[in-house]
């Protein structure tokens, strides 16, 4: 039986803003909303029923009214929304009185935060928007960044899409390879690049970086230099960033049209050339109101602190906060530096909602620290807990360590979407291991390999029905044959995530992890998160990596990777605690083949195991071809699997 942790109270339910939106639905509707389920069954019911109350319910502005609010075409070729006209930026901008906080900006180390009001935000939008239109940006150009996760990136991005420019921006943690194979892509207008960013008590210098970024992407008209960490002058040719924000100007929108787009995003890029993924200004718009208002549950003057990096969907995704008149908290720095330096950066900046990945909460509880023993969290309601699983034994740590009275919700989205497909609501228990339920608009569910849907059981996860937020075209792909590919291949016109996901018969969910990093064994498919649920508790043990290879005759082989906890080391009795520990808190189909130490696990820039570039060096293909080894975060770590994958050969 799964633990139930945490459940709301009805006054917490009756005083929520799902509540009052569904207040407001029966009214509109005529009918009883009694809980979120009924109104998921109702969203995939009548899915653009559901969009068009979001529309009404957000007072979303159009300029020019629509003529559907679907096309008939099949995904990926769904228009919303047709002939209607609109900007993001301004409806990110519309509301907070003038001398209201916006933006709280924190750095690493505990100095004191910067404070940006919503009438100083307005003013530098307004400003560097007049700045892009004098130096020639017009709607459809590329305004690319090189910025850390400060006011910079979100008066840029602001600025771009209120001219109707085109968005796109690195993290300075990427090299200068990494950032080319995406940046490169888009052919920018603008770069907006800062001189370092800070992690650990180090300051990180990239100005050899911006220096490589200016000669290698050939269609810059303009480069603007941002000192952040270090005090000096703009390079030769490069315009201050005092000089963007000097001359003051009205804040206009462009207007356009509901799927023109507004930023690119790229996956991870681990096997080739990352995909960049185009999202438009109306859809957008509709789900950072929809997700941050029905999920997220954020009202005018309450404030929302992400843990991430510009380089992750999630600091897009937060984005949403300010179109309720939240205000959002940018933290520049590394999450433990000193321990527990997130926890006491929610409790300093008196955040409301919390989001930040599962990685974060498990070192977090490594270090000993017990942040609610040391700070203030009684303003904090609500964790959520994006980019992997989180453990079981971090649902327990965050309430025994942060609060008692505290909604853990597990999400799963990404960086396809800019949002979620599943998460919890107010109406759901907190229960280990679970996530509460599919969001509202999101017809999804697990398939088995027929195409028939499965339940209590594990399937692919699929998407039936269409989303707004769904990309609107892939970057250089015109007749979207890339696309089709990415997520339409298996089944035409339903989106396949490529995640292993079970949907069980209460409405809960759990992710087991990416579908194509498959463990299938003896017929059985096995989840790469399982294992690392159960073995990464283990004080012995730092980090795990599981990868299931197929072999010649029909045989199969189950190989883990640990990384031993300093002062460890993988001897046979720790092997043999493994083995029983899978054994019986898993299955015996759970118990590896062989268990190697390995010297590290190797991720994507945004915090993800490279499984499937690991399996394919083991089967047998070259690194070159296996990875892009400036997408991987220790290429170190990623030599020696593919040492170790030769010396197998």
């Known amino acids: 039986m799964t633990d139930t942790l945490w459940s709301p109270t009805a006054a917490r339910i009756e005083g929520s803003?799902?509540?009052?939106?569904?207040?407001?639905?029966?009214?509109?509707?005529?009918?009883?909303?009694?809980?979120?389920?009924?109104?998921?069954?109702?969203?995939?019911?009548?899915?653009?029923?559901?969009?068009?109350?979001?529309?009404?319910?957000?007072?979303?502005?159009?300029?020019?009214?629509?003529?559907?609010?679907?096309?008939?075409?099949?995904?990926?070729?769904?228009?919303?929304?047709?002939?209607?006209?609109?900007?993001?930026?301004?409806?990110?901008?519309?509301h907070g009185a003038d001398s209201s906080v916006a933006l709280v900006c924190v750095r690493e180390g505990g100095e004191p935060a910067r404070e940006i009001t919503w009438g100083s935000l307005?003013?530098?939008?307004?400003?560097?928007?007049?700045?892009?239109?004098?130096?020639?940006?017009?709607?459809?150009?590329?305004?690319?960044?090189?910025?850390?996760?400060?006011?910079?990136?979100?008066?840029?991005?602001?600025?771009?899409?209120?001219?109707?420019?085109?968005?796109?921006?690195?993290?300075?943690?990427?090299?200068?390879?990494?950032?080319?194979?995406r940046l490169a892509q888009l052919e920018p207008?603008?770069?907006?690049?800062?001189?370092?960013?800070?992690?650990?008590?180090r300051e990180i210098d990239r100005g050899d970086v911006v220096a490589q970024l200016r000669e290698k992407l050939p269609t810059l008209r303009h480069v603007v230099h941002?000192?952040?960490?270090?005090?000096?002058?703009?390079?030769?040719?490069?315009?201050?960033?005092?000089?963007?924000?000097?001359?003051?100007?009205?804040?206009?929108?462009?207007?356009?049209?509901?799927?023109?787009?507004?930023?690119?995003?790229?996956?991870?890029?681990?096997?080739?050339?990352?995909?960049?993924?185009?999202?438009?200004?109306?859809?957008i718009t509709l789900q950072g109101l929809m997700w941050t208002g029905l999920y997220c549950g954020l009202r005018e003057g309450e404030r929302m602190f992400t843990?991430?990096?510009?380089?992750?969907?999630?600091?897009?995704?937060?984005?949403?906060?300010?179109?309720?008149?939240?205000?959002?908290?940018?933290?520049?720095?590394?999450?433990?530096?000193?321990?527990?330096?997130?926890?006491?950066?929610?409790?300093?900046?008196?955040?409301?909602?919390?989001?930040?990945?599962?990685?974060?909460?498990?070192?977090?509880?490594?270090?000993?620290?017990?942040?609610?023993?040391?700070?203030?969290?009684?303003?904090?309601?609500?964790?959520?807990?994006?980019?992997?699983?989180?453990?079981?034994?971090?649902?327990?740590?965050?309430?025994?360590?942060?609060?008692?009275?505290?909604?853990?919700?597990?999400?799963?989205?990404?960086?396809?979407?800019?949002?979620?497909?599943?998460?919890g609501n107010e109406y759901a228990p907190v229960r280990v291991g679970r996530i509460g339920g599919r969001l509202a608009g999101v017809d999804c569910a697990a398939w088995d390999e027929e195409g028939r849907p499965v339940v209590d059981e594990v399937g692919d996860l699929v998407v039936t029905q269409p989303m707004p937020s769904m990309p609107v075209y892939l970057w250089n792909d015109p007749d979207a044959a890339r696309y089709t590919e990415s997520y339409f291949e298996t089944w035409p016109g339903v989106w396949r995530h490529g995640d292993w996901v079970t949907l069980y018969s209460d409405g809960s969910l759990a992710i087991h992890g990416r579908s194509d990093s498959t463990l299938n064994r003896q017929g059985v498919r096995l989840g790469s998160s399982d294992f690392y649920d159960v073995l990464e508790t283990m004080p012995e043990i730092s980090e795990t990596l599981v990868v299931g290879v197929d072999q010649p005759d029909d045989g199969y082989w189950l190989g883990l990777f640990v990384v031993p906890a300093p002062g460890h080391v993988?001897?046979?009795?720790?092997?043999?605690?493994?083995?029983?520990?899978?054994?019986?808190?898993?299955?015996?189909?759970?118990?590896?083949?062989?268990?190697?130490?390995?010297?590290?696990?190797?991720?994507?820039?945004?915090?993800?195991?490279?499984?499937?570039p690991i399996k394919k060096l083991i089967s047998g293909r070259p690194l070159e071809k296996a990875a892009n080894i400036a997408s991987v975060d220790d290429p170190d770590a990623l030599r020696w699997y593919a040492r170790f994958a030769a010396s197998r050969l």
């Not at 400003?127 to 709607?139: D, E, I, K, Q």
């Not at 100007?249 to 990352?274: I, R």
């Open 307 to 423: 843990f991430t990096s510009t380089g992750w969907a999630l600091w897009n995704m937060q984005l949403g906060a300010l179109t309720r008149g939240a205000s959002i908290v940018l933290y520049e720095g590394s999450p433990g530096h000193p321990a527990g330096a997130v926890w006491e950066v929610a409790a300093r900046t008196r955040a409301d909602v919390m989001l930040l990945g599962a990685a974060v909460v498990t070192a977090s509880a490594n270090t000993g620290v017990s942040p609610r023993q040391e700070h203030d969290l009684s303003r904090l309601r609500h964790v959520m807990v994006s980019g992997s699983a989180l453990p079981s034994a971090g649902y327990h740590w965050i309430m025994e360590h942060v609060s008692p009275d505290l909604r853990i919700d597990s999400t799963s989205g990404g960086t396809d979407i800019s949002g979620s497909f599943v998460g």
């Open 17 to 94: 803003a799902l509540r009052e939106y569904l207040d407001w639905l029966e009214e509109r509707e005529g009918g009883s909303f009694a809980d979120h389920d009924a109104l998921w069954a109702w969203s995939v019911e009548d899915i653009d029923r559901f969009w068009l109350s979001v529309v009404d319910y957000y007072g979303v502005e159009f300029s020019a009214p629509w003529t559907q609010v679907r096309t008939a075409d099949p995904m990926p070729h769904t228009r919303w929304f047709t002939r209607a006209r609109l900007n993001w930026a301004q409806h990110v901008l519309r």
């Open 226 to 283: 941002v000192p952040y960490v270090f005090d000096r002058p703009a390079p030769s040719g490069a315009v201050p960033w005092e000089s963007v924000l000097a001359e003051d100007a009205p804040l206009q929108f462009e207007q356009v049209e509901f799927s023109h787009p507004l930023w690119v995003l790229f996956t991870s890029g681990t096997t080739g050339l990352p995909k960049g993924l185009v999202h438009g200004h109306g859809g």
């Open 570 to 612: 993988l001897d046979d009795a720790l092997r043999q605690k493994i083995v029983q520990t899978l054994r019986t808190r898993l299955t015996p189909r759970h118990v590896p083949d062989e268990i190697l130490e390995a010297p590290g696990v190797p991720h994507t820039l945004s915090g993800k195991r490279l499984e499937v």
């Open 122 to 181: 307005r003013r530098s939008v307004a400003a560097a928007a007049g700045w892009l239109r004098r130096a020639g940006v017009r709607p459809g150009d590329r305004v690319c960044a090189y910025l850390p996760n400060t006011e910079h990136a979100v008066i840029g991005l602001l600025a771009a899409a209120a001219v109707g420019a085109v968005w796109s921006c690195c993290s300075p943690d990427f090299g200068a390879e990494g950032t080319l194979g």
């Open 189 to 201: 207008t603008v770069l907006i690049a800062g001189d370092g960013y800070h992690w650990n008590g």
